[in-house]
C-alpha cells in the first residue's frame, strides 16, 4: 500500500468518497471512470472466451479463482449490449478503477480494485469472528496459511451474492475494531512482473519479484521500515 503525506490525505479525503483504511490511515483514491476490472470464476471459461473473442482488453491475467479482463468502459458497454450478456453477468464481478497517489507523493497512479480483500485476526482465536463477518457480507474465505508468519492473514474475496464491494467491506470490518487490519486488494494493468495483484503475489508463483511488504505477523505495511526486519517476495530482509 501507497501513503500520502498527512496533509495530502487531509485534503483528498475532504473531496471523495473513496478510500481505503491503512492501519488507521485513510489513504484517498479518485475514481478512474473510464476503466474497470472485470472478474469470471476460473471455472466460467464459456463467458471468459466470450469476453476475449469480443473487445481487446487493456490487459488480461489470471490466479486459482478467477480471469481478470483490464477494459475500458466503452467496451464494457460493448459487452453489456451483447445477446449473451443477459446470462454471462451472472457469472461476473465488475470492480472499479482509481488513481492513488505513489510513495513520494508526486503523482498518480492507476490501480484496479480486485474481488479481493485481506483481513488480519488480531489472534488465532478470531477465526469465529471473520467467518461472521464472512457470512455477513457473503465474502469467500479463499486462503489462510496455517503456520509461519502469515498465519493470521486470511484472503477473502466477494461473490455474486455480495452486495458491497471489497473496498467497503475491507473498510467497514476495519472500523470494527475487531481486526488488526483489512485492507481491499489492488491490481495494476501491466505486464510486467511488478504487475501483478497483492494476492496473486501471496498465493502464488511469480516469475518476478513482489512489491508488497509485510512484517513478521503478517501485515502489510506502506513502506519499506527504517530498522528491522520485513518480507518482501517471501525473503525477510534486514534493515540495520
Known amino acids: 500500500m501507497l501513503v500520502f503525506c498527512f496533509l495530502c490525505s487531509i485534503h483528498a479525503v475532504a473531496q471523495t468518497d473513496y478510500y481505503y483504511d491503512s ?36 490487459y488480461s491475467s489470471a490466479d486459482v479463482n478467477f480471469y481478470f479482463f483490464f477494459i475500458t468502459r466503452a467496451d464494457l458497454e460493448k459487452l453489456t449490449s451483447l445477446d449473451s450478456w443477459g446470462e454471462d453477468a451472472k457469472s461476473v464481478m465488475i470492480t472499479s478503477c482509481y488513481y492513488r497517489d505513489d510513495d513520494r507523493g508526486t503523482f ?12 488480519t485476526l488480531k489472534k488465532e482465536e478470531d477465526i469465529d469472528l471473520l467467518t461472521y463477518y464472512a457470512e ?11 503456520s509461519g508468519f502469515m498465519r493470521l492473514l486470511y484472503i477473502l474475496h466477494v461473490t455474486l451474492k455480495s452486495e458491497k464491494s471489497p473496498m467497503e467491506c475491507a473498510n467497514e470490518m476495519y472500523d470494527s475494531g475487531d481486526f488488526a487490519s483489512s485492507v481491499p486488494d489492488f491490481a ?4 510486467g512482473a511488478a504487475d501483478q495483484t497483492s494476492v496473486r503475489s501471496i498465493t502464488t508463483a ?14 502489510r505495511l506502506s513502506i519499506i521500515p527504517q530498522k528491522g526486519v520485513y518480507i518482501q517476495n517471501g525473503k525477510k530482509k534486514l534493515v540495520k
Open 23 to 58: 492501519y488507521g490511515t485513510k489513504i484517498p483514491l479518485s475514481l478512474n471512470e473510464n476503466k474497470v476490472l472485470v472478474s469470471v470464476p476460473i471455472d466460467c471459461s464459456l463467458v471468459s472466451e466470450r469476453i476475449r473473442a469480443n473487445v481487446q482488453a487493456l
Open 108 to 119: 498518480y497512479k492507476e490501480v484496479y480494485s480486485t474481488p479481493y480483500l485481506l483481513v
Open 136 to 146: 455477513k457480507y457473503n465474502l469467500k474465505i479463499a486462503r489462510h496459511f496455517s
Open 188 to 191: 495494476l494493468a501491466g505486464s
Open 206 to 219: 511469480t516469475t518476478g519479484p513482489s512489491s508488497e511488504i509485510y512484517d513478521l505477523q503478517g501485515r
